[in-house]
């Protein structure tokens, strides 16, 4: 069974400081992975993807296979990240859960002034 | 407002009756899918369609629960006899052609209560 683990449902840093959104998944093969984000009274949308291997609003993510994680990582922290954060995972395509996004719980991150 | 739409925003029902939401995806995407998104939890899968073909349904959705596609462009999910535990969010979404740059594009949801 697949599944995406969020452990933190809130988390609050200062403006300026380092944040960290964990997330490990669980899936037989190599997945694909995303960082969904959803600000206040706005709709889900992406923020990265693995294989883009890119830095969006100065934020980056690595997959790490060894430990299955996808941590978001962002080095200073801005009031406009303040949001809901979800992890998803995406199978391959001919494998199991092929097409359908599996998420985690989500976590808030507060970024106080 | 060209993303995805989705229609009612909002429906209250009393227990017993049947409801039905409708979404209309990104022109030219011939992906849908529907999630359910409940208080405190992420969304949770429950079918998609590529063109008018429902490929998957989760096991989450019971037999009350019907989805429906039929030429390919906007969808409709009808949950027959509502049950309280039915109150959700309810996300549509659609990508274009499968590959590396599928990516699913969300709509604002249908917020259900049943009273």
Known sequence: ?113 | DTGVSQDPRHKITKRGQNVTFRCDPISEHNRLYWYRQTLGQGPEFLTYFQNEAQLEKSRLLSDRFSAERPKGSFSTLEIQRTEQGDSAMYLCASSPNWGQTNIQYFGAGTRLSVL
């Open chain 1, 1 to 113: 069974a697949q599944r995406v683990t969020q452990p933190e449902k809130l988390l609050s840093v200062f403006k300026g400081a380092p944040v960290e959104l964990k997330c490990n998944y669980s899936y037989s093969g190599s997945p694909e992975l995303f960082w969904y984000v959803q600000y206040s009274r706005q709709r889900l949308q992406l923020l990265l993807r693995h294989i883009s291997r890119e830095s969006i609003k100065g934020f980056t993510a690595d997959l790490n296979k060894g430990e299955t994680s996808f941590h978001l990582k962002k080095p200073f922290a801005q009031e406009e990240d303040s949001a809901m954060y979800y992890c998803a995972l995406r199978g391959i395509p001919g494998g199991t859960s092929y097409g359908k996004l599996t998420f985690g719980q989500g976590t808030i991150l507060t970024v106080h002034p």
